[in-house]
């Protein structure tokens, strides 16, 4: 009676014994996943499309500025060269709120466009976030922010298709 049991139990423990280190050696040796990365923040603001094209706006409103600014300052080298003083004070005083203007617009850019351009990258890498249950998410700015990363956590690019496809409303 004794042997009509001993194999059925044997098999059992065995069984169990294979499915412990089944388990054991699926713990030890499944893919990480790694739950903090990193973006790199110059790379993901050049590469937004929305950067891309707030960028070519203000570029088309700067180069306009531009060249309104080196016009006037043709004719006002023709006016000094006259010694036409009165209209070379006249066009002084233009010349002066045409540069401001154009500061204005380069501080527009620099400023209001770069933070509504930030604020839409990180709703999306929030979203992105949550998607890929990621924990944290660094950025660096290719200073030394991130001195090292184990190869596979930078998602710059990952981040920055999933941002375009979204800007692009896909």
Known sequence: MKKKYAIPLLY???????LAVSLLSYQVFKPVK????????????????????????????ITKQKKKLDSLYAIYSIFREQKNTEKAQ????????????????????????SQQVWNRLNQYIKEYGETHTLKIILGTQGNGNVMYAQQGIDITTSVLEYANTKYEGN
Request: charged residues 30%; negative net charge.
């Open 12 to 18: 059992s423990v065995v069984l169990c014994l294979l």
């Open 34 to 61: 790694s739950e903090i990365v990193y973006i790199d923040n110059i790379k993901l603001f050049n590469g937004f499309n929305m950067s891309k094209d707030l960028g070519k706006i203000n570029n088309e409103k």
């Open 90 to 113: 006249q066009l002084e005083v233009q010349l002066r709120t045409e540069d401001q203007e154009l500061r204005k617009i380069n501080e527009y850019f620099s400023k209001e466009v």
